[in-house]
C-alpha cells in the first residue's frame, strides 16, 4: 500500500512546484508592465503619442481632463474648465497648453477641485492641470 502512495505523492509535489514557478514568473512580468495612472501623464506616455503640443498629448490620452466641471452656486450652476500650472505657476486655461512642445515635458498630473485647494491653495471647481518641464 505504501508503495502506491509514494509515486503519487511525489507527482503531486512536483506539481505544485511547477505550479507555484510559473504563478511567480507570470507576477514578476506582471511588475515590468508600466501601471496606468488616470491622473498622471508620464515622460514615456508623451514620447509614444506623436502629438505636436502638449494639448493634443492631453486629448490623445487622457480627455477627460479637458472636460469642464460644474460648480454648483447659489444662484446658478456654473462650468469651469481646469487650470493650468507649469512647473506650480498659474498660467491659465487650458487652451493655452497648444503653444508648449510635448518634448519638453517631465510629467502632467491632473488635480480634482479638492486637490487644487489643499496642494496648490487656490479654489478651482475645475480641477488643474498641473505640467512639470524638463
Keep these: 500500500m ?11 509535489a512536483l506539481s505544485t512546484i511547477v505550479i507555484l514557478a510559473g ?21 514615456e506616455e ?3 503619442c506623436g502629438a505636436t503640443n502638449v494639448y493634443d498629448v492631453i486629448q490623445m490620452l487622457r480627455p477627460n481632463w479637458l472636460r469642464p466641471r460644474y460648480q ?3 444662484n446658478s450652476p456654473n462650468i469651469e474648465p481646469p ?3 507649469i512647473n ?10 497648444v503653444s ?5 515635458v517631465a510629467e502632467m498630473r491632473y488635480m480634482d477641485a479638492r486637490d487644487t485647494n489643499i496642494y496648490l491653495g487656490h479654489n478651482h471647481p475645475g480641477g488643474a492641470i498641473v505640467v512639470t518641464m524638463k
Design 83 to 85: 487650470a493650468v500650472y
Design 88 to 97: 506650480n505657476m498659474y498660467y491659465g486655461g487650458p487652451r493655452e497648453l
Design 100 to 104: 508648449f512642445q510635448p518634448q519638453a
Design 23 to 43: 504563478c511567480a514568473a507570470m507576477q514578476e512580468a506582471a511588475n515590468d508592465r508600466p501601471r496606468y495612472d488616470s491622473n498622471r501623464i508620464t515622460a
Design 2 to 12: 505504501r508503495a502506491i502512495y509514494q509515486p503519487l505523492l511525489i507527482v503531486i
Design 72 to 74: 454648483i452656486g447659489i
Design 46 to 48: 508623451i514620447e509614444i
